[in-house]
C-alpha cells in the first residue's frame, strides 16, 4: 500500500480519495452495526444529562442552576474557550493549574507528546493511573504507548490517543471526580472521568470560524554550564570559551489553523471543521504534523419527539523522532558532556582538507571498508553509548504515521412527557504503523544496520440502551436511568526486524539471512468484552433533599492470542445523599449565603483484568493472573464528603471535598533481594504476586468569582488540593511449606538506577525515591578521609522524599473591558523531590557551573576538611552518590498568559462578526524553582518513573500569536 507523507494531505485528490474511503468504512460500520443485537445511546440521554449536574467552574465562572442541586458528584466544568485562548499541540496542559485534585505532567518527548494526568492518587501498580476519557458520553481507548522505565532508553516515543484531538471541536470538559462515575463508565473509569462534549451546530444562518495560532518555542529550564575550564577536568582557560549547550537546540514551532463551518435550522444542524497542526520541536529532525477533520449533523424528527446525532471523524498524524530522555540514542548526552561537540576544530581524518568544521558539518564520513558513509565519531562512546548528536538525529531515524477513524450514530424518542429510549453506537479503529532505522556503525545496530517496524491496530465498537424517566409528584420527584451497555476491543500487535544484510537498505525483505544474525517476529491479537447492565435512580424532595442509589453489574470476557478465554463478573453499587439547607430560606437576592449544599457519597469500583495488553503492548501483569485463574478486578471503595456555596447572589462560589478511597486485590510485580548466591552478594529476584492495598485520602478547594468591577468584567478562580498516599498491605502473610516459618514481604523494588530506587514498600507511598548517600558519623555529618582528602560513598539507601507534590494550587484570572482581554494562570507545586543523575554525570565530567565555581574556590570544605574538586565531583558524581543530587521540586510559575483584543471590524463589514487578535505564552516564567531541570515535566506518562532526571529533553517556553475571525 502507498505510504503518505504529511504533506501528501494537501493534495486536493488525496483528500477526495480519503473522504470516499472513510465514507466507505463508516457506512459499512453502522450498516452492520444495524444488525448488531446490541443498543444505542444518544448524546442527550442520562449520560450527558449527568454532565449538567455539576457546578460550573468555568474560569471561575459559577451556575448553580436547577440540575446541580440533583447532583450528589461534585466535578468542575472548564469551557472550550478557556482552551483555545493559549493552544497547545496537546490541550491536556491547557488544563494545567484549572483543576483541583489533579496532577498534570506534560510529556518530555516535545511537541505533540503525551501528558500524564492523574486524579486523586494512584489507585493500580501495574496499570495505568491516567484518567479515562470520553467523548460525547462514550469511552475512549486507552491509546498509551509503552513510557520508559529506567535510564537506559527514551527514543521513539509516540503522543497517546488524546494529544490528537484539537480544542477547536470542544465545546467542554468535565471532570467527574468521584468513583461514582464507575456506574456510567465501568472498570476502565476506575482513576477517575474525564468528559470531553465537542460542538455542534444550533439553528441559525451559516457561521464560519477560521482561525490561526502560532507559537514558537525555546527551553525553559536548563543546567547551568561552565565555560572557563577545558573539558574532562583541564587547565583553565585564558579565555572564556564559546560552548552553549543550548545552542545545539533551534527554535521549535507550533502551526495551528482551523475552519469550522455550521449552518442549521429548526429541524436540522450541522457543523464541519478542518484542523491542522504542524510542529517542529527544539531537537533538529524532530516534527509532529497532525490534520483532523469532523462532521455532526443533529435532526429533530416527528414534531421534535425523535432526535438523530450523527457523527464521523478522521485524524491523520505523522511523527519523527520524538525524544524523552535516557543514555541510548539520546544527543544531550554528548552534547551536554562533551564541549568539543559544538566547537569547530581542524579536521584529523585521512584527506581532510585545512579548513575548519564541526561534528554538525561531519558527522558522517566515507568508509571504504563498509562500502558506505559511516559515523565520524572519534571521542568514542565513553560508557554512556554515546554518538555524535548529529548522527544521532539524523541517522537513527524513529517514524510513526497514525490514521484514526471514529464514527456514530444516536437516537432518542420521547415515549411521553416524562419517559423516553435512547441509544447509540459507535466505531472506534486506530491504526499505527512505525519504523525504526538505525544506520550501519550506529551503536548496538547490526554491521550493515538495523531496522524495525511495527503495527498496532486497535478496533472498540461501543454501543448502549437507556430507558430514562423524570417525573415530578407533588414535593417528590424522581430521576431514574436503566442502561445497557456492550464495550467490545480488538487489539492487533506485530513487530518485526533485526540485522540488515543489505548496507542501509531499510526492508524486512532485506534482513540478514547469516547464520547467528539477530531478527525478530512477534505477533500478538486480543479481544475482550465488556457487558454491563446498570441503573441510576435520584429521589428528590422539594429539591432540597435527595437520595441516589446506583449499581452496576459487568461481566468481563478476555480472549488472547492463543485461543485461551477467560471471564468473570462483579457488581459495583454506589449511594449518595445530599441536603440544600438554603432551600428552606426566602427568596432574598441581598442575602449573604445564596446558595448552600451539603453531601456524601459511597461507591466502589474496579479495574478489571482486561486490557493489560493493550495497556501495555506486552504481558505485564496479565500471566500470572491466568496462571493462578486470579481474575477478580481490583476494587476501590470510596467516601466523599462536599460543600458547595454561593455567596452574594453567586458572584463569589465556594466548592470543598474531602475524600478517602482504599484500592484492594492488587496485583504487583517488581525486584526482591534475595541472598544468593551469599548473603554478602544477594541478588534481585523478580516476583510477581497479589494482596497489595492501597490508602488515597486528601481535599480540594475551589474558590471562584465572577462579578464587574465598574466596566471590568473578573473572572477568578483558586485551586488548592492535597492528596497522600498509602501502602497499607503488600500482601498477606504466608508460611514457608517447608520451614513452616511466616514469610513477610515488606518492599518490592519498582524501578531503580545506580545511585537510586523507587520500591513498593508496606507504609510508604507511591513515588518514594530512596538513594545512596555518604558515609555519615552519629552525629549526620559526612565522613571525611584526611589521608586522601576525600569522602566516601555507601551503598546503604536513605529515604529522599517523595516524587508528588505535598500540595498543588492554581489561579485563574480573566479580565475583559471594552474588547480588551486579559488572562493568566499561575501554578505551583510545594514539596516533593526530583533526582538529578544528569546533573551528577555533568559534575563527574567537570562540565557544570558547580564545578567551576568549587575549582575558582580551591575546593569544597566538607566537615572542616577542604577537599579538591576534582576528587570531590569524581566521586560523588555520575551513578555514585543519589543524596548529593536530590533537589527540592517546588515550583511556582506562570504557566499561561493572553492578551487579547477584539477589533470592532463589524462596524464597517456587517457580515464580519469578530476579529481577535493575541499575543499568548505559556510556560513564560519560572518564579521559583531551585532543580536544574522542571520538576513538573515527566520522561514517562507512566507511575513508576516519576521524578527521575537522566538527560530529559527540556520543557518548553512558548511564545507567539493567534488571530480569530468569525463571518
Known amino acids: 500500500m502507498k505510504e503518505h507523507n504529511v504533506k501528501d494531505l494537501t493534495n486536493r485528490y488525496y483528500l477526495h480519495t ?91 518527548s516535545g511537541v505533540g507528546g503525551s501528558a500524564r494526568m492523574v486524579l486523586r492518587g494512584y489507585r493500580s501498580i501495574l496499570k495505568s493511573n491516567n484518567v479515562l476519557f470520553t467523548l460525547d458520553g462514550v469511552p475512549l481507548p486507552r491509546l498509551e504507548a509503552r513510557q520508559p522505565y529506567n535510564i537506559y532508553w527514551g527514543s521513539g516515543q509516540t503522543g497517546d490517543g488524546i494529544a490528537a484531538f484539537c480544542p477547536d471541536d470542544i465545546e467542554n470538559i468535565s471532570v467527574l471526580s468521584t468513583a461514582a462515575a464507575s456506574v456510567l463508565y465501568g472498570s476502565r473509569s476506575a482513576s477517575g472521568v474525564v468528559m470531553i462534549n465537542t460542538k455542534k451546530a444550533h439553528a441559525g444562518k451559516l457561521r464560519v470560524k477560521v482561525g490561526n495560532s502560532t507559537t514558537f518555542s525555546s527551553p525553559l529550564v536548563m543546567p547551568e554550564f561552565q565555560q572557563t575550564y577545558n573539558w574532562r577536568w583541564g587547565e583553565k582557560l585564558s579565555h572564556p570559551q564559546s560552548w552553549n549547550p543550548a545552542d545545539f537546540f533551534r527554535t521549535g514551532h507550533s502551526i495551528n489553523n482551523s475552519l469550522a463551518l455550521s449552518i442549521g435550522n429548526e429541524y436540522n444542524q450541522t457543523r464541519v471543521s478542518a484542523i491542522t497542526m504542524n510542529g517542529t520541536g527544539i531537537i533538529p529532525n524532530n516534527d509532529v504534523g497532525r490534520y483532523n477533520f469532523s462532521l455532526r449533523n443533529t435532526s ?35 552534547v551536554y558532556l562533551l564541549p568539543d561537540v559544538l ?21 558522517e564520513v566515507y568508509d571504504p571498508e563498509l562500502g558506505g558513509n559511516a559515523q565520524y565519531w572519534p571521542l568514542g562512546e565513553m560508557g554512556l553509548g554515546m ?58 545496530a547490526g554491521r550493515l544496520g538495523t531496522y524495525y517496524e511495527n503495527e498496532n491496530k486497535n478496533t472498540q465498537i461501543y454501543s448502549e440502551f437507556l430507558l430514562n424517566a423524570r417525573k415530578a409528584m407533588g414535593d417528590f420527584s424522581i430521576d431514574a436511568t436503566l442502561g445497557n451497555s456492550v464495550c467490545d476491543t480488538k487489539f492487533d500487535y506485530s513487530n518485526s526486524g533485526g540485522e540488515l544484510g543489505t548496507l542501509n537498505l531499510f526492508e524486512l525483505s532485506a534482513l540478514s539471512k547469516r547464520e547467528g544474525a539477530y531478527s525478530m517476529h512477534l505477533q500478538r491479537d486480543y479481544h475482550d468484552r465488556t457487558t454491563s447492565l446498570f441503573m441510576l435512580a435520584q429521589l428528590g424532595y422539594k429539591n432540597r433533599l435527595f437520595l441516589d442509589l446506583g449499581g452496576r453489574m459487568e461481566w468481563l470476557k478476555f480472549w488472547d492470542d492463543d485461543d485461551s478465554r477467560s471471564s468473570t463478573d462483579v457488581f459495583y453499587p454506589s449511594a449518595g ?236 484570572n480573566s479580565f475583559a473591558w471594552k474588547g480588551m482581554e486579559l488572562d493568566f494562570v499561575i501554578h505551583a507545586r510545594f514539596g516533593g523531590v526530583g533526582l538529578s543523575m544528569t546533573q551528577a554525570v555533568m559534575d563527574q565530567f567537570g562540565v557544570s557551573q558547580a564545578t567551576a565555581v ?114
Open 18 to 108: 480519503m473522504y470516499v474511503s472513510t465514507a466507505k468504512k463508516i457506512g459499512i460500520a453502522l450498516l452492520l452495526s444495524t444488525i448488531v443485537p446490541v443498543s444505542m445511546l444518544y448524546a442527550g440521554n442520562k449520560k450527558e444529562n449527568s454532565t449538567h449536574l455539576i457546578q460550573s467552574s468555568i474560569a471561575g465562572k459559577t451556575n448553580l442552576s436547577q440540575d446541580t442541586l440533583k447532583s450528589s458528584d461534585i466535578s468542575q466544568q472548564i469551557d472550550g474557550t478557556e482552551l483555545m485562548k493559549v493552544r497547545d499541540a496537546n490541550f491536556v496542559n491547557s488544563l494545567i493549574g484549572r483543576l483541583a485534585g489533579t496532577t498534570i505532567n506534560p510529556g518530555a
Open 300 to 334: 429533530s424528527l416527528l414534531r421534535h419527539r425523535l432526535k438523530l446525532d450523527v457523527n464521523l471523524r478522521y485524524i491523520h498524524t505523522a511523527e519523527q523522532n520524538m525524544q524523552s530522555q535516557g543514555m541510548y540514542g539520546n544527543p544531550l548526552v554528548p
Open 343 to 363: 566547537l569547530e576544530r581542524i579536521p584529523v581524518y585521512p584527506g581532510s582538507s585545512d579548513k575548519k568544521y564541526s561534528y554538525k558539518d561531519l558527522f
Open 387 to 444: 554518538q555524535n548528536p548529529y548522527w544521532t538525529i539524523n541517522r537513527n531515524m524513529y517514524n510513526r504515521k497514525k490514521k484514526r477513524l471514529i464514527g456514530g450514530i444516536g437516537a432518542k424518542f420521547d415515549l411521553n412527557s416524562w419517559l423516553n429510549v435512547s441509544g447509540r453506537i459507535q466505531y472506534d479503529r486506530d491504526k499505527e504503523f512505525g519504523t525504526q532505522k538505525l544506520y550501519a556503525s550506529t551503536v548496538f
Open 577 to 812: 445523599v445530599s441536603v440544600v439547607p438554603t432551600g428552606w430560606l426566602s427568596a432574598n437576592p441581598d442575602r449573604i449565603l445564596s446558595f448552600l449544599k451539603l453531601n456524601y457519597t459511597y461507591s466502589e469500583t474496579g479495574n478489571s483484568f482486561t486490557d493489560y495488553i493493550f495497556l501495555n503492548k506486552e504481558r505485564v501483569g496479565l500471566e500470572p493472573r491466568l496462571v493462578d485463574n486470579n481474575l477478580e478486578p481490583e476494587r476501590t471503595k470510596s467516601h466523599e464528603i462536599g460543600l458547595n456555596a454561593g455567596f452574594l447572589n453567586d458572584k463569589i462560589s465556594l466548592a470543598f471535598t474531602m475524600y478517602k478511597t482504599s484500592t484492594s486485590d492488587l496485583p504487583f510485580g517488581g525486584y526482591v533481594s534475595v541472598p544468593y548466591p551469599s548473603t554478602d552478594s544477594p541478588t534481585d529476584l523478580y516476583l510477581m504476586d497479589t494482596g497489595c492495598r492501597i490508602d488515597n485520602k486528601g481535599f480540594e478547594l475551589v474558590l471562584g468569582t465572577n462579578m464587574n468591577i465598574g466596566q471590568v468584567k473578573w473572572n477568578a478562580c483558586l485551586t488548592y488540593s492535597i492528596n497522600k498516599n498509602e501502602i497499607k498491605q503488600l500482601r498477606e502473610v504466608r508460611k514457608n511449606p517447608v520451614t513452616g516459618e511466616d514469610v513477610v514481604l515488606d518492599e518490592v523494588k519498582m524501578a531503580e538506577g545506580g545511585s537510586w530506587y523507587i520500591p513498593l514498600k508496606k507504609g510508604g507511598s507511591i513515588g518514594d525515591i530512596y538513594v545512596t548517600d555518604l558515609q555519615r558519623d552519629a552525629q549526620g555529618n559526612v565522613v571525611v578521609d584526611k589521608v586522601s582528602q576525600n569522602v566516601t560513598p555507601t551503598r546503604d539507601y536513605v529515604y529522599a522524599g517523595n516524587a508528588d507534590p505535598k500540595y498543588a494550587m492554581g489561579l485563574t
Open 854 to 967: 568549587a575549582r575558582d574556590n580551591g575546593g569544597l570544605w566538607v566537615s572542616g576538611v577542604n577537599i579538591p574538586a576534582k576528587n570531590y565531583y569524581q566521586t560523588v558524581g555520575g551513578a555514585r552518590t543519589g543524596a548529593m543530587y536530590t533537589y527540592d521540586a517546588t515550583n511556582i510559575r506562570l504557566a499561561e498568559m493572553s492578551i487579547a483584543y477584539h477589533i470592532p471590524v463589524n462596524r464597517w463589514a456587517k457580515w464580519i462578526q469578530d476579529v481577535r487578535v493575541a499575543l499568548v505564552g505559556r510556560n513564560l516564567l519560572m518564579l521559583y524553582n531551585k532543580a536544574p531541570f522542571d520538576p513538573e515535566s515527566t520522561a514517562s506518562t507512566g507511575t513508576w518513573y516519576q521524578g527521575i532526571d537522566f538527560f530529559r529533553q527540556p520543557s518548553y517556553r512558548n511564545m507567539g500569536f493567534s488571530v480569530n475571525l468569525t463571518f
